[in-house]
């Protein structure tokens, strides 16, 4: 069956959004697809239909091509910790920590368990489109590569190049990236394509024919900036960085910290899309601000080491002291952890072993260890009987006399969570509690702020088409199927 590995120029050129864009394409021309990335690095994940966990990006394209995520689709997936070591995932499953350099060792033992998996794909579709990580020209990691060229010359899967205009210096990037690669490497281009331009296309017809002049390469067209793609949940946490802007007047003030190593922040798009809400990051050297209404205590990948890092911020001052004002508090996962009186990671599951204080707002203890939740759930809040759906993600095992009150009920039985005495503080594990409408109006209502009640998976949706659509207009759509054919 047909492939076609799109690669970039660097991180954040957009080839996420372009391999969902180009899924939801051509499922949309009746063809089988399959989105893969052969290695990823993100703390945003996602729990697929196998019971396994993937990155969010690729959860994103299995929805633009209508289909369940599965393992297959992310068969290794790094999840930092620190500076210099991440959480490995290979094929849906936790197999320990690795430091950096150790794990590039390693890398080459893994090309057959991507392969494997890109095969399982490739025999269930039409077509499958692949997306690349970081760059082919940082060749200082081609050795033991399995993310890009590696990957594509191993499977036989041709490549498209992508380069962002929007950065600048994209002729160079897409001509300096041809010369430092190796000629076989080369010989997997079959074309380019650029991105994210803004304003009108023919300035740069003669910027395109240079970089075609110099590398011989096809141009396969040029996608301008699309403002759809906000629209949809972001991978990395640099986005986070760049903010959004505030609409004037009173809406209710929601704030976040945006934790060193901040996990699954997409819960939050729902709340960023409402009118009547004021979302916003607030990054580190900033204190939490006063007027807030409600802030939110987010996921973590190395929850101790972000509950340190938060009270080196002074957050937990800012916390404690919004919650004696009588403001409201969520924890959602790791968040959740944190607000509780201790937390013990006695394995050194998420790095060194340890213990240490929570916040204390909640009456619970956690205690990470055991194996990894990793599920679907669907419910309704304690209090209130509104719907949410969601998933769980976590290796912790909460307990204490503040779980006698439930933030959550599950179908079929069980809770989830925990609420203090007042009724302002509660936390949970479950990811995705605000994409239902149901249950995000039925939340907005209680902290004071109407809701549009619309489902955040059909506004992701609607995004998606209108991303295939710019993309069918600027794309030259059938060279590229074609490339994917081997014509």
Not at 122 to 131: G, M, N, T
Not at 233 to 262: C, F, H, N, Q, Y
Not at 333 to 338: D, L, R, V
């Amino acid at each position: 069956m047909a492939a076609l590995m799109i690669q970039g120029c660097g991180s954040d050129v957009g080839k996420s959004v372009l391999v969902a864009g180009l899924c939801r394409a051509f499922a949309n021309r009746g063809l089988t697809v399959r989105p893969f990335k052969p290695q990823n690095m993100s703390n945003n994940a996602a729990v697929t239909i196998d019971g396994g966990e993937i990155g969010r990006a690729q959860a994103l394209q299995a929805i633009a091509c209508r289909t369940p995520a599965t393992v297959d689709m992310n068969p290794v997936l790094l999840k930092p910790q620190s500076d210099v070591g991440a959480q490995l995932i290979v094929r849906g499953r936790m197999e320990g920590a690795w430091r950096a350099g150790p794990f590039q060792a390693r890398k080459a033992e893994l090309l057959g368990v991507v392969v494997d998996s890109f095969q399982r794909l490739r025999a269930e579709s039409d077509l499958v489109l692949v997306e690349g990580a970081g760059s082919p020209a940082e060749i200082n990691l081609r050795r033991g590569d399995i993310a890009n060229m590696g990957f594509a010359r191993a499977a036989g899967v041709p490549v498209v190049l992508v380069g962002d205009i929007d950065r600048g210096h994209v002729i160079a990037a897409l001509v300096g990236a041809q010369a430092v690669l190796d000629p076989e490497d080369v010989a997997m281009i079959r074309g380019f394509v650029i991105n994210k331009f803004r304003g009108d296309p023919a300035l740069f017809d003669a910027g395109r024919a240079e970089i075609v002049r110099r590398t011989g390469w096809p141009d396969l067209g040029m996608a301008p900036w699309i403002a759809a793609a906000r629209r949809l949940p972001a991978e990395d946490a640099v986005t986070l960085e760049r903010g959004r802007a505030s609409a004037g007047g009173r809406r209710l003030k929601i704030v976040a910290p945006m934790l060193s190593r901040i996990a699954n922040f997409d819960d939050f798009d729902p709340l960023r899309a409402e009118p009547d809400v004021d979302f916003a990051f607030i990054p580190p050297g900033a204190a939490l601000p006063g007027d807030a209404d409600v802030a939110i205590l987010p996921g973590a990948k190395a929850t101790l080491a972000d509950l340190a890092f938060l009270r080196a911020q002074g957050w937990d001052v800012d916390l404690i002291a919004h919650a004696r004002r009588g403001g409201r508090i969520l924890g959602v996962c790791g968040g959740y952890q944190m607000l509780g009186r201790r937390i013990a990671d006695p394995d050194g599951i998420e790095g060194p072993a340890g213990a240490a204080d929570g916040l204390g707002l909640l009456d619970v203890e956690t205690v990470l260890g055991g194996d990894k939740v990793l599920r679907p759930v669907a419910g309704a809040l304690a209090d209130g009987g509104a719907r949410f759906d969601g998933y769980e993600m976590h290796v912790g095992r909460t307990e204490g006399p503040g779980l006698a009150c439930p933030f959550l009920r599950f179908d079929g039985g069980g809770a989830d969570g925990a609420v203090d005495a007042t009724g302002r503080i509660a936390g949970a594990y479950v990811h995705g509690l605000f994409a239902r409408g149901e249950a995000r109006s039925a939340l907005l209502a209680r902290w004071g702020a109407a809701s549009t009640g619309r489902d955040h998976a059909a506004e992701v949706d609607a995004a998606l088409d209108e991303i295939a659509a710019v993309l069918e207009a600027h794309l030259d759509v059938e060279a590229l199927l074609a490339i994917a054919r081997g014509r």
